[in-house]
C-alpha cells in the first residue's frame, strides 16, 4: 500500500485564536481575512508565478487541534442540531481519519516584500490561527463551479453567528474602557475639591483605585 508523509508548506495566520466564532465553511463571512505565510523551505516566490491571474484559491489544510485516536464511521454534524448521525464522508466535519480540511478563499493580494518571504493575504476563510497550509491550488471556475448543485441540509446561520460574536468581542472592548472614562472625569472634580475637603477625597480615591483595579474581575469573560 502507497504511504506518504507530508509537511505543512505554510501556516494560516488568521482573527480567530479559538474555535468559537470560527465560520463552518469558507466564504461564508466574506470579511474574515488571513495571511498565509509559508514556511522557510517553500519561501521560493517562483512558486508563486501567475498566482495572481486567479481571484480564489483551493486551500488544503489539517485540523491541527483535532485528534483522533480511531476511526469513527458515524458522527453528528452541528447543521443537524446534534439530532442525526451521518457517516463521516458524507459530511465536513472535522474528526475524519486523516483530519484534512479543504477551503476555497478569494485572493486578495501577494505582498512579496516581506522579511517573512512571500505572503498571501486572503478572504472568506474559516480556520483557526495558526493552521497547518499542506497545499495550494488555484480555483478553476469553468471546473470548480456547479450552479445546479445542491443538497439537503439546512441553510447556515454562521454568518449572523459570526458578525454577533465579532460584535460582542467589539462590546468588550469598550466596556473595559469605561473605567478610565470615569476615572478620567471622577479626578478632575476632585481636584476642585480637594483644597475644601481633603480627608473626605482622600477616602474618595482610595475607593476609586479599589474599584479600577478590581474592574476587569467584574467583566463576563466570553
Known amino acids: 500500500m502507497y504511504e506518504k508523509t507530508i509537511e505543512p508548506v505554510a501556516i494560516m495566520h488568521t482573527g480567530f485564536g479559538e474555535k468559537f466564532g470560527i465560520p463552518r465553511q469558507s ?55 446534534g439530532r442525526e448521525k451521518r457517516g463521516v464522508f458524507a459530511t465536513r466535519s472535522p474528526f475524519r481519519p486523516n483530519g484534512m480540511g479543504l477551503s476555497s478563499v478569494r485572493l486578495d493580494k501577494v505582498e512579496y516584500k516581506s522579511s517573512k518571504g512571500p505572503i498571501i493575504h486572503v478572504s472568506g476563510v474559516d480556520m483557526l490561527d495558526g493552521t497547518p497550509i499542506y497545499d495550494i491550488k488555484p480555483y478553476l471556475a469553468y471546473a470548480d463551479s456547479h450552479p445546479k448543485a445542491s443538497d439537503a441540509l439546512p441553510q447556515s446561520t454562521d454568518g449572523i453567528r459570526c458578525m454577533l460574536s465579532g460584535a460582542m468581542r467589539h462590546l468588550k472592548a469598550v466596556w473595559m474602557k469605561i473605567p478610565a472614562l470615569l476615572w478620567s472625569i471622577f479626578w478632575h472634580r476632585i481636584q476642585e475639591l480637594h483644597t475644601t475637603r481633603p480627608r473626605i477625597i482622600s477616602m474618595a480615591c482610595n475607593t476609586a483605585d479599589l474599584i479600577y483595579a478590581l474592574w476587569p474581575t467584574l467583566t463576563p469573560e466570553r
Do not use: C, M
Open 27 to 81: 466564504g461564508l463571512v466574506p470579511e474574515a481575512a488571513g495571511q498565509i505565510i509559508f514556511e522557510p523551505k517553500y519561501q521560493n516566490p517562483d512558486a508563486l508565478r501567475g498566482i495572481e491571474e486567479f481571484t480564489h484559491l483551493w486551500i488544503i489544510w489539517g485540523f491541527s487541534e483535532n485528534r483522533v485516536e480511531k476511526f469513527t464511521p458515524l458522527v453528528t454534524p452541528p447543521r443537524l442540531g
